[in-house]
């Protein structure tokens, strides 16, 4: 069975930051890419990142470029989303997804999600 897992959220301050993980149950990992997705209340959801499964070369949205960063350990199966200097829109629901063969491709599996939110 796949599964991927995500943990890390909470509520924190604005300007604070969060570390959210993605753990995920997936033979060859490395085969695939993960996207990170967030979804407000009342709104879309929107992408937040793709970490490619080649050279794990990583895309941003560009309201969390300069503030996110994802690093991927292929050993541990699991990518980190680091958010610094949050701020009260950055507050929605994230998850992460996996796509087989690389940005860009339809995701495959889908996490539950961990809830983010940001005070003011």
């Known amino acids: 069975e796949v599964y991927l897992v995500e943990s890390g959220g909470g509520l924190v301050q604005s300007g604070g930051s969060l570390r959210l993980s993605c753990v995920a149950s997936?033979?060859?990992?490395?085969?695939?890419?993960i996207g990170w997705f967030r979804q407000a209340p009342g709104k879309e959801r929107e992408g937040v990142s793709c970490t490619d499964d080649t050279d794990a070369g990583t895309t941003y949205e560009d309201s969390v470029k300069g503030r996110f960063s994802v690093t991927r350990d292929n050993v541990k199966n699991t990518v980190y989303l680091q958010m610094n200097s949050l701020k009260p829109n950055d507050t929605a629901v994230y998850s992460c997804a996996a796509a087989y063969g690389g940005c860009g491709r339809s995701y495959d599996y889908w996490g539950q999600g961990t809830q983010v939110t940001v005070s003011s």
């Open positions: 997936i033979s060859h990992f490395d085969d695939y890419a």
